[in-house]
């Protein structure tokens, strides 16, 4: 269901602030995420001006928000199957396939894991309507290991958990081109790209963003690797190993034309640990590779033979 919204204009008074912060108290019609979505996707201007979300607004400046289409869409539990590592009444361990988004957005209003693990169980409320439970995400086509609150509490414990860096999220990656290094660490703050919307970038006043890789295997062609993440940013570990020179096999956005075909980035988050956010015990849970990307790793290791 969509509804019109006429173009609107504000203008400030004695109100100061983050633009974000200070467009979603002047009026009614939008929530702050909202107001922070509409001004990344340029429909909202300062004085004729595109301005970031952490615009510091001053008195007398004129904010023009674009005529909208809002879309309305309602959060239905769907009979969705769903590979349920692990449970408890406080969390879910779900290994999510490739193909599958987290949770609704525009473009992706069902079908996501998210109208999945409703139609399961109850989850936390913390992080808004269309993302019940969800304490990180994984990219639409990467594979791999989620953890789930299902409860308020837990939510607060995981997450914290993540802020503070005490979590293990370990990736498995292929990439194109043979790493010298045996390990490595890339250090380099990430933003949305100035140039497109689409993408991330590394970017001067992005967020801290941190990868650790350790070569698994290396290929004629090809290298095997794992990353470790201190921080979890958008694409991170897409962005991380493009701007070395080792861009993802089979990955759409981020990596060359010529790759190797398969559902997407070969990208599979195989190790997740957390502190149990009741009984504090150390957890730990590992997914095996995703079919396609087991087959085509036997692939390379034939043509590597026959060379």
Not at 213 to 228: A, D, E, G, M, N
Request: include cysteine; proline fraction near 6%.
């Amino acid at each position: 269901m969509a509804g019109a919204t006429a173009a609107q204009t504000f203008t400030v008074t004695d109100q100061t602030g983050r633009l974000d912060k200070v467009l979603a108290g002047l009026q009614t019609i939008w929530t702050r995420s909202q107001v922070d979505k509409l001004i990344k996707t340029e429909q909202v201007t300062v004085n004729g001006n595109l301005q970031p979300s952490k615009y510091k607004v001053k008195s007398a400046d004129v904010i023009e928000v674009a005529a909208q289409t809002v879309q309305t869409t309602e959060l239905v539990p769907e009979n969705i199957p769903l590979d349920i590592v692990y449970e408890d009444d406080d969390v879910i361990v779900v290994n999510k396939p490739q193909g599958m988004v987290v949770h609704p957005a525009p473009g992706h209003p069902d079908h996501t894991l998210v109208n999945a693990l409703l139609y399961h169980s109850p989850l936390s409320t913390i992080n808004g309507e269309f993302r019940p439970g969800i304490v990180h995400r994984i990219d639409k086509d990467t594979s791999g290991l989620l953890m789930v609150a299902k409860n308020d509490h837990a939510h607060q414990s995981l997450a914290a958990q993540l802020k503070a860096k005490t979590n293990l999220r370990e990736y498995v990656a292929l990439v194109h081109g043979v790493i010298k290094e045996e390990t490595g660490t890339i250090n380099a703050p990430l933003g949305r790209s100035p140039k497109d919307r689409k993408k991330q970038a590394i970017v001067r006043d992005g967020r801290p963003a941190v990868t650790h890789f350790k070569v698994l295997k290396r290929y004629q062609h090809y290298t095997l690797i794992s990353c470790r993440l201190e921080t979890g940013r958008t694409h991170q570990i897409r962005v991380h190993l493009q701007s070395i020179g080792h861009p993802l096999v089979g990955d759409p956005l981020y990596g060359p034309k010529k790759t190797i075909k398969g559902h997407g980035q070969f990208l599979h988050a195989r190790l997740l640990g957390f502190k149990h956010p009741v009984t504090g015990e150390m957890m730990q849970f590992e997914a095996p590779l995703p079919p396609i990307f087991k087959a085509t790793l036997t692939k390379l290791d034939k043509s590597d033979l026959n060379h």
